[in-house]
């Protein structure tokens, strides 16, 4: 009812991996649990956009808890989903620090330096799959919330993320749709390969996270995953989403064909050593509003992360990015047009202790550096701006399902 190859959304990872999850028989329904919780610290002392010190440090909680549950129907097979997350409430400030991070709206202007929180609903939709011939099955996915066939598998469901409290500065080149308002998805697969195509609503939620942000479908994207051997997982995607990203005030959100490229490696031993492995490419062209004139603007990101579980007890995770971010997504309103190329780099570790109720309490740290141009070393005190974070989580407990 869950095989291993699904991710986020209708994408795909590799099949050899770590199943996390609480599994359950209920009134019929095969029914999978999910879940984390990250209590973290953040200190990003070379942010210099905000005034008070006490800006610079910040306290918070990421957080969102999935239910997903199927039974046969027919000759295919019906499933239902849900995926809620408290961010509203536990993230503050219009989002968790997070130096060069951009994207959405709070208080009437655009995000920077800080990564947004989710919405209370991250997914509400269905699925029915169905065999059509021999290993040929085909599958529809449609909801209220969910993630389009569009980019890898998302940041907070990616094993290369593992262990990360932290979101990528790529996300808005890559995965930012996985919160759709609105949305349905039509897919082939055979155990090898699988083709998508979806409609569904582009826009970015509003700053209320609360509600459903409905919206007409009238964004398109397109998928093609191929997994030539369980250890990894090609795609390649593209879309067009109306009013998607947005903008400096007044000027209404503006429309982005989004191009992206992936590769996942996973590789999981029988002594319990697991690791992820995803590089991806993504390329955003749209119009930019600027405020004395708009213009057209096609701007590259490339995100490298892995993630290293030893023993079930010990996690080693790093990530690197480098992408094109227009000067007033950053508000560096005065350089007009132009396009900085920035870059983040992580590392982290985790300590994971004895599950309890098969709940993992883990505890972890990581530094960070931010890298910017000369043009802007000025806001971030100095071309390179260093970041730390220490954090407690807790997730389900992981378990292979190698030999099973």
């Known amino acids: 009812m869950f095989p291993m190859r699904e991710g986020s959304g209708t994408s795909w990872v590799p099949e050899e991996t770590l199943m996390s999850g609480v599994a359950r028989r209920w009134a019929g329904w095969d029914v999978m649990l999910h879940g984390v919780a990250t209590f973290q ?26 239910a997903m549950a199927r039974r046969p129907a027919g000759a295919g097979r019906v499933g239902l989903r849900a995926a809620l997350s408290a961010e509203p409430w536990t993230v503050a400030d219009c989002g968790f620090l997070n130096l060069l991070a951009t994207g959405e709206m709070c208080d009437g202007d655009t995000i920077h330096d800080r990564q947004h929180p989710h919405d209370l609903f991250m997914e509400l939709a269905a699925d029915y799959d169905r065999a059509l011939r021999g290993p040929l099955r085909w599958q529809v996915y449609a909801g209220l919330a969910g993630e389009p066939a569009l980019g890898p598998s998302s940041f907070p469901h990616r094993p290369s993320a593992f262990g990360n409290p932290v979101a990528p500065i790529t996300h808005h080149w890559l995965d930012s749709s996985h919160i759709s308002f609105g949305l349905v998805t039509a897919g082939l697969y055979e155990p090898r390969w699988k083709a998508e195509i979806s409609v569904f609503n ?39 989403l109306n009013d998607a990203e947005a903008q400096f005030p007044p000027q209404t959100a503006s429309d982005v064909t989004r191009t992206t490229t992936s590769a996942t490696y996973h590789r999981l031993s029988r002594d319990g050593t697991f690791w992820a492995t995803t590089v991806a490419y993504g390329v955003n062209a749209g119009r930019e509003f600027l405020p004395e004139r708009a213009v057209d603007m096609t701007t590259h990101a490339v995100l490298l992360e892995s993630a290293l579980t030893v023993a079930e007890r010990h996690t080693w995770y790093g990530r690197a990015e480098v992408v094109g971010k227009p000067a007033h997504e ?11 190329t920035v870059a983040k780099v992580e590392g982290g570790y985790v300590r994971h202790f004895r599950a309890w109720r098969q709940i993992l309490p883990s505890v972890g740290g990581f530094v960070s550096a931010s890298v910017v141009p000369t043009a802007l070393a000025p806001r971030y005190s100095g071309r390179i701006s260093p970041g730390f974070g220490a954090f407690l989580e807790l997730s389900p407990k992981r378990h292979s399902m190698m030999g099973e």
Do not use: C, K, Y
């Not at 950053?330 to 900085?340: D, I, P, R, T, Y």
């Open 41 to 66: 610290f953040v200190f990003e002392p070379n942010d210099r956009h905000r005034t008070g010190g006490m800006d610079r440090i910040q306290p918070s909680s990421t957080n969102w808890f999935m």
């Open 330 to 340: 950053l508000h560096a309103h005065e350089f007009g047009a132009q396009v900085f």
């Open 202 to 240: 582009g826009r970015e939620p509003d700053q209320n996270r609360g509600d459903l942000d409905l919206a007409p479908l009238d964004s398109v994207s397109g998928r093609l995953s191929w997994m030539p051997t369980p250890r990894l997982v090609l795609q390649i995607s593209g879309g067009h």
